[in-house]
């Protein structure tokens, strides 16, 4: 079965009448008898991050060897955190073919191994006629002990489980519609990355995610770590180095030399929005300077429905970002 032919028949086509062609019979849609599953039947990740089983059988001539083939694909649509089955636009269409390859008359669904979810369609060919079927993979939410437990696994990563809990409210999935959570600059599920850009079963698979997460959060550790000791060995503490990873995490740095008095301290000219997560002023700009928080935000909070452009005053800063994790 060629590439052509399987997009063809997971496309749900018709009848494919090439001459030589090795498919000859192909009903759209589902197509053919099928034992299991159902057609667009649902299937859901576990709480554990276990791909469910999901045992795939047509109704043909046990005698005869099958080719088989998948295709899963998910169109990833924005959802912030609040709990809908409603979605904005869709970001990024994501999919991933299997290998074709021969097997008996059932098949087990395996993935490669890989925890994802979205639109599984099947295609087994048995001599001259071609089945497809199709169902639905959907998430299941960990509880936040189960994910707290699994963080407390990794060595070298204090504050990341809280800064997690700002990211995603300790959440993979949208409980409304068992996907998972998409914000609108391509982060997904519990701890929203976004740079280095996550793969397909990062944001699928909890575990994979925070596998992830914990990567990049000790490397973003280690650049604090570097930038606090500067090149005078100077001193800090435990507090300012996790202030200045959870900073770095969403952007910029937390700190400034005090060179007259000698030690770190929170960025000044940095003026947060205490009524957001990581929105706030450069309080050295002339039109911000002199204004207080209520008036800057009065001025400013219309225009929070899209991200910032050079022409607004207010901006996303992870030295908000960092003292709203701090306090939460």
């Known amino acids: 079965m060629s590439d052509n032919e399987f997009k063809q028949v997971a496309a749900g086509a018709k009848a494919n009448e090439t001459k030589g062609s090795l498919v000859k019979v192909v009903v759209k849609n589902s197509s053919g008898s099928w034992k299991s599953p159902a057609e667009g039947e649902k299937f859901y990740i576990d709480e554990n991050g276990v791909f469910p089983r999901i045992f795939f059988q047509p109704e043909v001539d046990e005698s ?24 904005g636009r869709t970001i ?12 008996t008359t ?8 890989l925890c994802l979810g979205g639109t599984l369609i099947v295609v087994v060919k048995s001599g001259t006629t071609t089945l497809r079927r199709s169902v639905q993979i959907l998430g299941t939410n960990p509880t936040e002990d189960k994910i707290r437990e699994y963080i407390a696994t990794f060595d070298n990563i204090p504050g990341f489980d809280r800064l997690v809990a700002q990211e995603s409210k300790l959440k993979q999935f949208i409980n409304a519609d068992h996907e998972p959570i998409v914000a609108f600059d391509g982060g997904y599920g519990l701890t929203q990355l976004t740079d280095p850009k996550p793969k397909y079963n990062e944001a699928w698979d909890w575990k994979a995610n925070i ?5 990049l959060y000790r490397t973003k550790r280690k650049e604090a770590e570097i930038y606090l000791k500067g090149g005078e060995k100077r001193t800090f503490t435990e507090e300012q180095l996790q ?16 060179k007259e008095n000698k030690k770190w301290i929170r960025n000044p000219a940095i003026l947060s929005d205490n009524e957001t997560a990581n ?22 909070k219309d225009e929070y429905t899209k991200p910032p ?10 030295v908000v970002y960092a003292d709203h994790v701090k306090q939460n």
């Open 279 to 300: 929105i706030g002023w450069d309080m050295t700009k002339e039109e911000n300077k002199g204004k207080s928080e209520q008036e800057l935000h009065k001025r400013d």
């Open 92 to 103: 990024k269409n994501w999919s991933q073919t299997g290998k074709e390859f021969e097997g």
């Open 309 to 318: 452009t050079k022409k607004n005053l207010w901006r996303y800063s992870g």
């Open 64 to 87: 005869r060897k099958c080719i088989w083939k998948w295709e899963i694909k998910w169109a990833a649509a924005t959802s912030g955190l609040r709990e809908s089955k409603k979605r």
């Open 211 to 215: 596998r992830a997460g914990v990567a």
């Open 243 to 258: 202030l200045e990873t959870w900073c770095r995490w969403n952007s910029g740095h937390y700190h400034e030399w005090d």
């Open 106 to 113: 059932s098949w087990t669904a395996d993935l490669n191994g």
